[in-house]
C-alpha cells in the first residue's frame, strides 16, 4: 500500500487516504491522491513491471485501489502508440506518434478513470454514483458500474452523440437528457447529489477518476523507453486527462524512471469552446465561462472546467502552450489520417492532428521532435460526423469507367 494522503489541490490540505472523498471540504478544490513515492521507489522496478500483464493495473504501486481482489475489469489492453511515419513525411517531419486510445473497453479513453474510479468506489462501499457527461464519460461508467453492481445516474445533454446514450441505456444505468450543456446536466446531478446521498462522480469531484486517466502518461514513458517525447497534445475538455499526464511524469520523476526533462504539454481545444486558450493567452491563472460553446468535437464541449487551473499550470511548468483549431480543419485531418495511415479516430484525437500542423507550420514545434498525438477515442463512436457520399447501383449497373 502506498497512498499516503489525499490533498487538496489548491490550499494544500491533507486528508486521510482511502475514504470516499469529494471536493475540499474547506476550499471546494479538487483532491489529488499522494504516494509515498520514497517508498514506491525502493520496492518498484522497471524489471519487475515488465513482467506484468499490458494493462493499468499495471502500474499498481502508482494507483489508488487496495487489493487486488477489487479490481473492476473489463480487459483493458495497453494501448499502442503507433508511429504516423506516412503522414509525418507528407508534412517534412518525423517523429509523430499516435496513442490510440480508441482501443478500450467502450472505445475511449474515459474507461481508464472509469476502471479506476469504479474500482474505488466498489472497495469503499459505494452503493450509487451519479455523473454530469458529454457521453463518453457517462458510458465508460456504465458499464463499469453494471460489473460492479453500482448504480449509476447519468444526465448527458440531448445532443450528445446517441451512441453513448445506448451504452448507457444497455448497461442498465438511470440514463436522464437535459435540454442544455454539460453544464446544465452537472446543476442537475448537484441538485441530486446533495438530496440522495449518492457520490459525485463528476470530473474532479472525486479523486480516483484522474489516477486512471494518468496511466496514458504512465504508459507512454513506458512505451518510449522511459524517454519521454518532446511535446504531447491532447484535446482538452474537463481536462482530466492532461493534469494526469502530467502527474504520472513528476511521479515517475520522482521515483527517478524518467530524468528531468518534461514534454512540453499542449491543452487542445475548438474555436467553438476555447475557455482554457482564453485563460493562457490572457496569462489568467483560471477561466471563464465560455457562452453558447460548440463544436464536433463533443468530448472537448466544456464551458468551464473545475480543473481549468490544474491545466494551465501543467502547460505552464512544462513550457507548452494552448491552441484552439476549427471543426472544418477537425473534419479535414480526421479523413486526412484515415486515407493515409488507416486510423480512423475521434474528432477530439483529430483536433490534435490540427494542432500539431499549425504549431510545425508556425515553428513552435520542429520538424525532427519527437511529438504525441492523444487520440481519445475510436472514430467508430461518431459515425455521424462522416459525410458520405457513395453512389447506389442497380443489381444490373456496372461500376463506371
Ligand atoms: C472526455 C473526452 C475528452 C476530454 O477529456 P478531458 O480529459 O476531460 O479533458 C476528449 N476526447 C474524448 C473523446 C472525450 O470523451
Ligand atoms: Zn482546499
Redesign the pocket.
Known sequence: MYVSHLECSKCGLHLEPHKIAQLCPTCGAPLLVRYDLAKVKASFSKDALARRKHNLWRYRELLPFQDETSIISLGEVMTPLIPLEKLARSLGATGLYLKD?GLNPGG???SRGAAMGVTCAAELGVKAIAMPT????GAAWSIYCAKAGIDAYIVMPVEAPSITRSECAIAGAKLYLVNGLISDAGKIIARAVSKNKWTDAS?LKEPYRIEG?KTMGLEIAEQLGWEVPDVIL???????????IYKALLELREIGWIGDKMPRLVAVQSEGCAPIVKAWEEKQAASEFWPDSSTI????N?PK?LGDFL?LDAVKQTGGCTIAVSDEEVLHDQAELARTEGLFI????AATLSAYKRLLNSGWIKSGEKTVLLN??SGL?YPNTVRVDVPVLEPSEDIPG
Request: proline residues 6%; glycine residues 26%.
Open positions: 486510445e475511449t479513453f474515459k458529454n457521453g463518453n464519460a470530473t486517466k491532447y484535446p482538452t475538455g474537463g481536462g482530466v486527462g492532461i493534469i494526469g468535437a463533443f468530448g472537448i466544456v472546467a491545466v475521434c474528432p477530439e484525437g481519445t477515442g463512436k
